[in-house]
């Protein structure tokens, strides 16, 4: 069983920036690709970044395209989200999720949310207008 613990969450204002991280319990932590997804107050939760086990693939959503930085450091288990120039609508609970590559190849990434296995308890983000 693999656990995910994110942290980093917090209260910022507009503009602001916040890095959340992403520890994962899993030995084999560097054949995993993982993703960071958010949960909005009334809200579906929707994809936010993923990134594959070997660093070298990405993918954002369209609303954080070019704010918001998805990178891991395998040697530490972790998986980090670096976000800057925050809005309120990016207010959420964000989940952190992994899911092993098995035989699909270390440069896979997908937005699917049932194509990942575990998932993180979630850290709230807060941004003030």
């Known amino acids: 069983q693999v656990q995910l613990v994110e942290s980093g969450g917090g209260l910022v204002q507009t503009g602001g920036s916040l890095r959340l991280s992403c520890a994962a319990s899993?030995?084999?932590?560097?054949?995993?690709?993982m993703g960071w997804f958010r949960q909005a107050p009334g809200k579906e939760r929707e994809f936010v970044a993923t990134?594959?086990?070997?660093?070298?693939?990405?993918d954002y959503a369209d609303s954080v395209k070019g704010r918001f930085t998805i990178s891991r450091d395998n040697a530490k288990n972790t998986v980090y989200l670096q976000m800057n120039s925050l809005k309120p609508e990016d207010t959420a609970v964000y989940f952190c999720a992994a899911a092993p590559i098995e035989s699909i190849g270390s440069y896979y990434v997908t937005r699917v949310e049932d194509e990942y296995d575990y998932w993180g308890q979630g850290t709230q983000v807060t941004v003030s207008s």
């Open positions: 990134i594959s086990s070997s660093g070298g693939s990405v």
């Open positions: 899993e030995r084999t932590y560097s054949r995993f690709y």
